[in-house]
C-alpha cells in the first residue's frame, strides 16, 4: 500500500483546510485509516481514526471541528478541517491499517504511511 497525503498549507486562524490521502497498491486489505500530527518538539498526536465501516473517532482537541470522510470510488480519504487554531499547526500524516494475526492475538497494525503535509495556522 502506498500513501500520498496533500492539502496542508498556510490560513489564519478560524480558516478551514481539507487534507487528502489517496491509497494505492493492495487497497483491500486496508481496514482502517488514521491521520496524525506532529508539532515541532512535540510527540507525535493522533487527530481521527475511521474504520472499514465509516466509524469515525476523535481526540477532544479535535472533535466537532475536523471531519474524516472516505471516496471509495478514488480510493481517498478526507480530513476536513474547519475553525483551525494556531495550536494545529504541524505536520499531518495519513496511515493505513491492516489487520495483523498472530496464534494468540489480532489487531490492527498502521504500516503504511504517507509522506506527511505541512499545516499551518497564523493567528
Known amino acids: 500500500v502506498q500513501l500520498q497525503a496533500s492539502g496542508g498549507g498556510l490560513v489564519q486562524a478560524g480558516e478551514s483546510l481539507r487534507l487528502s490521502c489517496v491509497a494505492s497498491?493492495?487497497?483491500?486489505?486496508?481496514?482502517?485509516m488514521r491521520w496524525y500530527r506532529q508539532a515541532p518538539g512535540m510527540q507525535r498526536e493522533l487527530v481521527a481514526t475511521?474504520?472499514?465501516?465509516?466509524?469515525?473517532t476523535y481526540p477532544d482537541s479535535v472533535k466537532g471541528r475536523f471531519t474524516f470522510s472516505r471516496d471509495n470510488a478514488k480510493n481517498t480519504w478526507y480530513l476536513q478541517m474547519s475553525r483551525l487554531k494556531p495550536e494545529d499547526t504541524a505536520v499531518y500524516y495519513c496511515?493505513?491499517?491492516?489487520?495483523?494475526?498472530?496464534?494468540?492475538?489480532?489487531?490492527?497494525?498502521?504500516?503504511?504511511w504517507g509522506q506527511g503535509t505541512q499545516v499551518t495556522v497564523s493567528s
Open positions: 497498491g493492495n487497497i483491500a486489505s486496508i481496514e482502517s
Open positions: 475511521i474504520t472499514g465501516d465509516s466509524a469515525t
Open positions: 496511515a493505513a491499517g491492516e489487520r495483523v494475526t498472530t496464534a494468540s492475538t489480532s489487531g490492527i497494525v498502521y504500516k503504511y
